[in-house]
């Protein structure tokens, strides 16, 4: 166990590699310097100079990649090009509401497509299973912003009941926290719903032709009980998977609803500083966000062998 | 090969299902309407008329008029031409660059692991961040959304080909070929690449549908195509502004796209069905 945990973890660094590398070779040798995008349109040659300097641009390409994966390999991200802010503080300041987005919405996602996807494989092919499929096809054709502007036209434009947008941390209470929270987080879990909700649904449908299953019904135990513990249970493997693959989604959903909600998350941060083209902070959101996508994956990997001992030898 | 594609699509008999016409009816319904723009009752959709400024729908502007009095109607009917465009260009790119990367890594093992792993590195980052990142350096242009797009789709196109050149690596006609001393390109071409048609029209039109799905996405969030043109993303970008006051100028073109996009992945479904049965079982 702890030697497979070791070997993916030094399996992991060649894609850290890899990923450091494309994401310099964007920043750094695509058309358009750097330096004159941050000095905008009224500097003089000087003060380009000046800041090309500041930003290690005249020092050769291989130097620049070896400082900055060195900075980051030490914890030190650099400086915001625009707000002079350490890139560390910003990432701080922004995680909570990100990290709130998130927890919400992936328990949103369970609670509806557990229930709705077991519901479908066991009424597979009846009017309900083929309403649910119907509805992930719709649910994963929507663009998340399409889906944000009609809840907020129903529930905060018509009806009131929610803020058109904005956000709360959670040190204003428990409720107005989570009362911003809503509206996003149902719109940023739609794709994931019609996403889960199919996988549960095929994977259940699997395992209902198994052996083990027959026995459990043949010995008495209630239908509930099938579905919920033995064939969901055996499920799990591919809902994880699915899971993981999909947190690259989960993350370009909130670029864009931190965006449509005016939420000061890291999503935010990711717009905003592309918008304003600050490098240093772009470079290592999108470094973080590769991390967290790989580290999650990898602890999927290994929960595997919780949720299914065969997987274990 | 194309002929027994078509007429496998034919005996599967997913044409006759309703939602699958319907599909079909919608995508050639948006293609001529992005084809034929000018003729279809538009007028210039950049002439801006500040006295009609959020006006709603009436006999003029069939959709009503947005925040610079520019007709809504013209605007989506030629927002069409960018997502067809976009979803047509990435499709090409990402097709040529995932048969090339995908049959040199399946066909050389030499070259397998590095490009894999390369491949896994792109995978790892978030393909939004990656495209936004792509657009802010390079400039807004339709050229750069295009590639942007394109970029973090190549490594699933090139694992699905290496998958399939991996299969028939081993199958007997290849083997006998090899014998015989074919050459590399001849077997590449003549025995492997006809495999991988199923599966990349399948892998395509998801592709097609993400395509035209993330150049919304990046336009809306003003990474993308720039604001001159009109595209449903730019279109709901200007209108996300006033849309308390006036809802159309979002909903309208949101409309066009969820239905766009929902018609691809409806035809994407039925394609699968037809001709990837493995795939189909599974999902």
Known sequence: MIGMIARRLIATIPVLLVVAIVIFAVLRLTPGDPATLVAGDAATPEQIEAIRRAMGLDQPVIVQFGRWVGDMLRGDFGISLISGKPVSELIASRMGATVSLTIVTLLFTLLVSLPVGVLSAWYQGKALDRAVMAGSVVGFSVPVFIVAYLLILVFSIELRWLPVQGYKPLSAGLWEHLRHLILPAISLSTVYIALITRIVRTSVIDTLGEDYIRTARAKGVPEWSVLSRHALQNAAVPILTIIGISITMLIGGVVVTESVFNIPGLGRLVLDSVLSRDFTVIQTLIVLFSLAYILINLLIDISYTLVDPRIRS | ?283
């Not at chain 2, 990435?90 to 093992?109: H, K």
């Not at chain 2, 409309?255 to 039925?270: K, M, P, Q, R, V």
């Open chain 2, 1 to 283: 090969m194309s002929v027994s594609i078509l007429s496998k699509i034919r005996e599967s008999g997913i044409l006759a299902g309703w939602a699958t016409r319907l599909a079909l009816l919608i995508l050639l319904l948006i293609a001529l309407m992005a084809t034929f723009a000018p003729w279809l009752g538009t007028v210039d959709p950049t002439l801006l008329d500040p006295s009609i400024r959020l006006q709603g729908p009436s006999a003029e502007h069939w959709l009503g008029t947005d925040a610079l009095g520019r007709d809504l109607y013209s605007r989506i009917v030629y927002g069409a031409r960018v997502s067809f465009v976009v979803g047509f260009g990435v499709l090409a790119v990402t097709a040529v660059f995932g048969v090339f990367f995908g049959s040199v890594s399946g066909y050389f093992p030499a070259a397998d692991a590095v490009i894999m792993r390369v491949m896994d590195g792109i995978m790892a980052i978030p393909g939004i961040l990656l495209a936004i990142a792509l657009v802010a350096v390079s400039g807004a242009s339709l050229m750069t959304v295009l590639i942007a797009i394109a970029i973090p789709e190549i490594p699933r196109m090139t694992r699905l080909v290496r998958g399939v050149i991996l299969s028939v690596r081993s199958e007997p006609y290849v083997e006998a070929a090899l014998t015989l001393g074919t050459p590399t390109h001849t077997i590449l071409i003549k025995h492997m690449f006809p495999n991988t048609f199923a599966p990349l029209i399948v892998q395509g039109t998801y592709v097609f549908a993400s395509a035209v799905l993330l150049e919304a996405i990046l336009s809306f969030l003003g990474a993308g195509i720039p604001p001159e043109i009109p595209s449903w993303g730019n279109i709901v970008a200007e209108g996300r502004k006033f849309f308390q006051l006036v809802p159309g100028p979002v909903l309208y073109p949101g409309l066009f796209l969820s239905i766009t996009i929902l018609s691809i992945n409806l035809l994407g479904d039925a394609l699968r069905d037809a001709l990837d049965p493995k795939l189909a079982a599974r999902l």
